[in-house]
Structures are given as C-alpha cells and as structure tokens.
C-alpha cells in the first residue's frame, strides 16, 4: 500500500510540474530576483540589449511576448540613431588604432556577415519573429 501510495505521488508531482511549466509566460512573472517590479516593456528590453551584448546565444526566435516590441524598435527612429553611433564609434577606433600610410594602398578588409549587412529586412519578412 505505502509502495503504491508513493508511487502515486511522485506521478503527480510529475504532472503538476508539466502543468505549471507548460503555464509559464512573462507575463505571469510581477517581480525580478531584486524587488524589481518587471513590465513586458522591460523584460524585451532586456533581452535585447543582452543579445546585443552576446549574453544571450544561440536563440532560434524572439520571445513571441517580445516580436511587437522588437520590430518596432527595428523600425524605429532610435535604431538608426543606434546603428549609426556604431559606425562612429568603429570609425574612430580604426583612425585611433590602425597606422595608415595614406599612400592608397591602405585597405579594410571585412567578413561580410550581419555586421555588415543589416537584418533589418530579413526580421521584417518574419514579422519580427
């Protein structure tokens, strides 16, 4: 009896932890690990900026939560303004860093991939997902 009875409750602590996981969303979460009160707003926020810092790798798709807020980012004003402070920044560091001899046979040589080439119109096509 004990041996069934245990064997009960370990089933369902099975299925109760599939069923709250599968129930898992953003949403859902009010608090961060620190008191933070956490908006949708905030948490897509994060998530891109810390895939822009390579702290978040590999993912496969945006957080369905955070599609509508990433597009219109991408889309935004404050994107252009981004992307453009980077070319600043990367051309300063060249002028700063490289000697050039100005004799035009200095060259850039680039590994074209996404840093060069803008996702823009590829997130778009997938409706930012």
């Known amino acids: 009896m004990e041996r069934n009875f245990g064997f009960f409750l370990a089933i369902l602590g099975l299925f109760l932890g599939f069923a709250s996981a599968s129930n898992w969303n953003i949403l859902n979460q009010k608090k961060g690990k620190y008191g933070l009160q956490i908006t949708l707003k905030n948490y897509c926020e994060s998530w891109r900026m810390n895939v ?7 993912f496969e798709v945006v957080p369905e939560e955070c599609v509508q807020y990433i597009g219109k980012y991408m889309t935004s004003t404050q994107y252009k303004v981004d992307s453009e402070r980077t070319i600043d920044e990367c051309t300063v560091y060249l002028y700063t860093s490289c000697d050039f001899k ?14 060069l080439l803008s996702t823009v119109p590829y997130y778009k096509k997938n409706d930012f997902g």
């Not at 822009?52 to 590999?58: A, C, Q």
């Not at 100005?102 to 840093?115: E, L, P, R, S």
């Open 102 to 115: 100005k004799d035009g046979k200095d060259a850039w040589i680039f590994d074209v991939d996404d840093t």
């Open 52 to 58: 822009e810092l390579h702290n978040i790798r590999e």
